[in-house]
């Protein structure tokens, strides 16, 4: 799939300036509970390298070379640099420490964005997103201003209210995805906002604030690693890739 969707009636009212300087800040706050590891999941060998890599490699490896910011937790620092001495990871990129909330770590994250540049907000542990859709992401965010990444449901969708339940249209479903992209003033601005348990990604804070967002397609291999199985799934698209 390739394209944008629109998720609102209008267009926000943004002149695309593919000159601005691009930044993509990669969240890694997450623990290994779910793997059942006590190494945390971005951590995790995928293929020899820690998931991290690849997906600091994939933002490198885009058209736009953004600057690179990693979140982690503070406890996390020490061992990261370790990871990259041992291998001989040398990609340039900035370390932030993380907070209590995503909401926290996107916001000390923003930092160290300038006002006027387009970043991008992307999850460690979605290590096979591709540069396609990395730079459709930022092509669409000079354009709009705010856009996620998203695929449409494969499965029928069922909403669940009370001891009642609901179908709803399929063609109208998204999962969303990151990265989740945007110009910087515009995401700067919204994540001036006092934390509320509503925000669940980039984009809810940003509608928080009045703000369109608008959907560019995924892809169904830009999963987030969560279960043991991941592992091995991405190991075998990653040497698919190699092989082509």
Not at 31 to 57: C, D, E, I, W, Y
Request: net charge negative; with cysteine.
């Amino acid at each position: 799939m390739s394209g944008i969707s629109d998720t609102t009636t209008h267009y926000s009212p943004f002149t695309p300036h593919h000159s601005l300087p691009k930044y993509a800040i990669i969240v890694a706050g997450g623990s290994g509970t779910r793997m059942g590891s006590a190494v945390p999941k971005q951590f995790l060998l995928l293929n020899g390298l820690p998931v991290l890599m690849h997906t600091l490699q994939a933002f490198h490896d885009s058209s736009g070379h953004p600057e690179l910011i990693v979140v982690l937790p503070d406890t996390h620092h020490e061992y990261w640099q370790q990871l990259c001495v041992q291998h001989n990871f040398e990609l340039p990129h900035q370390l932030v420490s993380g907070g209590p909330t995503r909401f926290h770590s996107v916001k000390n994250g923003l930092k160290l964005v300038p006002a006027d540049a387009l970043v991008a907000v992307h999850d460690a542990v979605r290590p096979l997103v591709s540069t396609a859709i990395i730079d459709e992401a930022y092509l669409h965010a000079s354009r709009q201003g705010a856009v996620v990444v998203a695929v449409k449901s494969r499965d029928s969708i069922r909403q669940v209210q009370g001891v009642h339940t609901k179908a709803l249209l399929r063609d109208e479903i998204y999962l969303v995805q990151t990265p989740q992209t945007f110009r910087s003033s515009l995401l700067k601005q919204a994540y001036e906002s006092a934390y509320h348990e509503s925000f669940t990604d980039d984009a809810s804070v940003v509608e928080h604030a009045g703000q369109s967002v608008h959907v560019v397609d995924g892809s169904y291999q830009n999963f987030k690693i969560t279960f043991p199985e991941d592992i091995a799934i991405a190991e075998l698209l990653l040497k698919q890739k190699a092989a082509c």
